[in-house]
């Protein structure tokens, strides 16, 4: 068995004008975003050696190569729209691959299926299970015990809520103070609606939003859990403001990233009265994007 386990976040400092902005970017962790935290987590302490879960990517790549990592087998579905390299890179860490038309069926149907076919397997969810968040909230033990910087706020993008809970839990533990706001596409700001209303409010399908790792159709009940007390608030960003993010990543930081990776530093420059003489950390989750896709965000070829 491989002893391979978190690699530490990479802090870099963003140029800002009204507020100091760090960037805690998780592009160079295992399979490219801080699901690996996660999956590495759960797969550690599960016995069973078989795993099932959907997902748009990330998830799937981080709990294939987990698998690897300890001797078991996981069976990922994602959607048929799904970026090739995300689908290419789940195959090549040893995962099988189930692509569904989610206007059809949705992923999560067809994890259940696939479960009742297998029932041996371990229903894995990317965001609504404890060790998930348990994985995750390394990363917020990270940003809150920082040495070199001590933070007011940290902005985290939020799909189903394992990451944003796990920043939240893992800030707690350090008694750190520091308020967590969440980020998420308007396109699916089901989060934003749920904190809004007090209680958990779905989307109706799968939002069509860049952002493919918030395209939930809500947060999961474990996430809720921690978020309802947790996040001071939700800002809701437009897909030209993340393209807008996704484009100063790159140009100004050396940042590739996908579009969700984006949503933190979008939400900071689309409302900067909220964060005027803060000093912010805006978590980057990941840099898994299809190199088609990037290159006309970016308006110009790379090649």
């Known amino acids: 068995m491989e002893k391979i386990g978190n690699r530490p976040t990479t802090f870099f400092e963003f140029p800002a004008e009204s507020c100091s902005i760090i960037l805690a970017s998780e ?3 295992h399979t490219g975003s801080f699901k690996f935290r996660a999956a590495r987590n ?3 302490k599960t016995p069973n050696d078989l795993f099932s879960a959907a997902s748009s990517g990330n998830f799937g790549q981080a709990l294939a190569y987990a698998c690897r990592l300890f001797g078991r087998k996981a069976i990922v579905v994602m959607p048929d729209t799904s970026a090739k390299v995300k689908i290419e890179a789940v195959r090549a860490y040893g995962g099988q691959v189930e692509l569904v038309d989610v206007s059809k069926k949705s992923r999560a149907r067809r994890v259940k299926e696939l479960v009742l076919l297998h029932p041996e397997a371990y229903l894995a969810s990317a965001y609504d299970d404890p060790l998930v968040i348990e994985g995750n909230a390394t990363l917020g033990e990270e940003i809150a015990n920082n040495a070199e910087h ?6 985290v993008p939020v799909g ?3 990451l944003s809970a796990g920043i939240v839990q893992g800030i707690r533990r350090s008694k750190a103070g520091i308020r967590v706001i969440g980020a998420e596409p308007l396109l699916a700001n089901d989060a934003a609606r749920s904190l809004r209303a007090g209680r ?5 399908s799968e939002p069509l939003t860049l952002a493919d790792g918030a395209r939930t159709i809500s947060l999961g009940q474990h996430n809720w859990a921690i978020l309802k007390e947790g996040l001071s608030d939700i800002l809701e960003v437009t897909e ?4 807008d993010a996704l484009r100063k990543l790159y140009f100004l930081a050396g940042h590739r990233v ?3 990776g984006a949503l933190a530093l979008a939400a900071v420059l689309s409302h ?5 003489g803060k000093k912010i950390c805006c978590v980057v989750s990941g840099g898994n994007v299809d190199g088609d896709l990037f290159d006309s965000l970016l308006g110009k070829s790379l090649i």
């Open 150 to 155: 001590s933070f007011d706020v940290v902005v």
């Open 160 to 162: 189903g809520g394992g």
């Open 240 to 243: 030209e403001e993340i393209i």
């Open 200 to 204: 958990i409010v779905q989307n109706e």
């Open 272 to 276: 900067p009265e909220l964060f005027a």
């Open 258 to 260: 996908e579009p969700t």
């Open 27 to 29: 592009i160079h962790q």
């Open 42 to 44: 759960l797969v550690s």
